[in-house]
């Protein structure tokens, strides 16, 4: 799926510090072996700025720009965990952000939407991943409301901390869809997993903490 071309994806010292990233990430508990693969398939380095490329493969959230991050790997991975996701799955991502997180979900074979309210984000993550020759569908907007036009989704990822989970998002799943979503205050939030069972019907399961940059939106902060 890469375009290992000008980018420098392929460069082996990247690789080795990928594979040590996921036997990381093993050790800490991430078990689902797909997920493992698809971030040992995604160079991280490209998605931060040059000047953090050395630190792109340690296990830390790292800065891109707007007051907001490119997710830790354990969390990334912890959260592409708990979608579950099938190979030809329509997923949406609610915060585009670098776009490393969306890569993810293209490397698990699913057909990815995503949302950011940043332009300058939106636009530098959509270079990337077409850089890279992942295909996604993106919109520049408020992803707190989701992406109607499109759902309903099997999975839908929320890549910043919401104060409640978003009724928009609940509603945009499809039976047996799963919704991952950072809940809390801005200081800490618990990893939320709501399933629709059926219709009106949800399961939700409550998971650790993480720390996210705030969901800005009509259903998330006020900016």
Same mark, same amino acid.
């Given at each position: ?18 594979? @040590?990233?996921?036997?990381?990430l093993r050790k @800490? ?10 971030i040992n398939m995604?160079?991280?380095?490209? $998605? ?20 907001? +991050?490119?997710?830790?790997?354990? +969390?990334?991975?912890?959260? +592409? ?8 799955? @329509?997923?949406? #991502? ?23 309210r940043h332009k ?84 939700? #399961?409550?998971?650790?903490? $993480? @720390? ?12």
């Amino acid at each position: 799926m890469l375009n290992w071309g000008s980018s420098g994806a392929n460069n082996p010292k990247f690789k080795q510090r990928r594979q @040590k990233l996921v036997d990381k990430l093993r050790k @800490k508990g991430i078990q689902d072996e797909r997920v493992l693969s698809a971030i040992n398939m995604v160079p991280r380095h490209v $998605f931060v700025d040059t000047a953090l490329q050395d630190r792109a493969y340690q296990d830390s959230a790292l800065p891109i720009g707007k007051k907001q +991050t490119i997710s830790q790997p354990y +969390t990334v991975a912890r959260q +592409t965990e708990l979608l579950e996701v099938m190979p030809g799955e @329509k997923v949406l #991502e609610i915060g585009t952000g670098s776009g490393y997180q969306a890569a993810i979900l293209c490397e698990l074979g699913a057909e990815v939407y995503t949302v950011e309210r940043h332009k300058k984000l939106y636009e530098k993550a959509r270079s990337t991943l077409r850089e890279l020759s992942y295909s996604v569908h993106a919109k520049l907007g408020d992803g707190s409301k989701g992406w109607s036009a499109y759902a309903p989704y099997d999975a839908i990822v929320v890549t910043a901390g919401a104060p409640v989970v978003p009724d928009d998002l609940v509603a945009q799943l499809n039976v047996n869809g799963r919704l991952v979503v950072p809940v809390g205050d801005e200081n800490r939030q618990e990893m939320v997993r709501i399933i629709k069972i059926r219709k009106d019907e949800y399961e939700e #399961e409550h998971y650790s903490d $993480f @720390k996210f940059v705030p969901l800005i939106g009509e259903q998330g902060w006020k900016e």
